[in-house]
C-alpha cells in the first residue's frame, strides 16, 4: 500500500530578503543648523516633519495688504502676506480645543529674541509643576528647552497684551497639530526666519473656521 499521502513533504525554507529602508530626506538649507546663535541650534530632523509643513513662497491672493499675519488655524499654517499675490506659508503648531482664539483686532507688538517664559498664573493653575516658572518665581531662562524657543512676537489687541504669541519650539515634531494652550508655535528656523521679515505693529487675523475664508482670500 502506498502511503505517500501521509508522508509530509519537506519545504525548502525560505530565506527572508533584507528590506532596504529609503535614505531620509536631505535636509533643505533652511533647516540646516544654525550654531551662530545665542544658544546654538541644531539641524531640523526632517523625517520627522511632514514636508507639506516646510516653509515655503506660495501664490495667495487676497484682498489683505502686504505685510499682514493671517493664521489658518483648522489647515496649521501661518502666511506672511507679500506683494503680488504671494506669500510665505509656515506649518504651525495650534491652540488645542478649549485653547484656540480667532478674529481681527490683533495686532504684532513687538518682538523678542530668545525670550524668558512665564506662564500665566491660569495655566500653572492648571499644571503645579509649573510652579518653579510662575511669574512671583521669574520665569524661565532663555535656552533651547525653553518652550518659546529662539523668538517670540507679542500679540496685543490695542494696548493690551494677549498673553498669546506666535514662537519657535524645540519640539519640531508637534507642527501640525494642535496641541498648545493657544500660542502659534513654529519650528525654530521658520520663527527666525518670520521675525526678520515681519515689522512691529503689522496685523493678525486668525482663522479658526474654514468659511471665513472668504474674508481674507480672494
Known sequence: MTLAGCVSTRQTPQVAQPVSM???????????ALPNERFPIPEVDVSKVDPKW???EVDYPTDERAGIVIVDTPNRYLY?????????RYGVGVGRDGFS??????HIAYKREWPRWTPPD????????LEPYSIANGGMDPGLKNPLGARALYIHEG???TIYRIHGNPEFWTIGQAVSSGCIRMINQ??????????????LVVIADPAMGHLLVG
Open 159 to 161: 494696548n493690551r497684551d
Open 190 to 203: 521658520d520663527v527666525i526666519h518670520l521675525a526678520d521679515n515681519v515689522r512691529d505693529g503689522s496685523p
Open 101 to 106: 482664539w480667532a478674529g481681527r483686532g490683533r
Open 122 to 129: 491660569e495655566m500653572v493653575a492648571r499644571q503645579p509643576e
Open 54 to 56: 516646510w516653509r515655503t
Open 22 to 32: 529609503p535614505p531620509p530626506p536631505p535636509t533643505p538649507p533652511m533647516y540646516y
Open 80 to 88: 506672511h502676506v507679500q506683494p503680488h499675490g504671494r506669500a510665505t
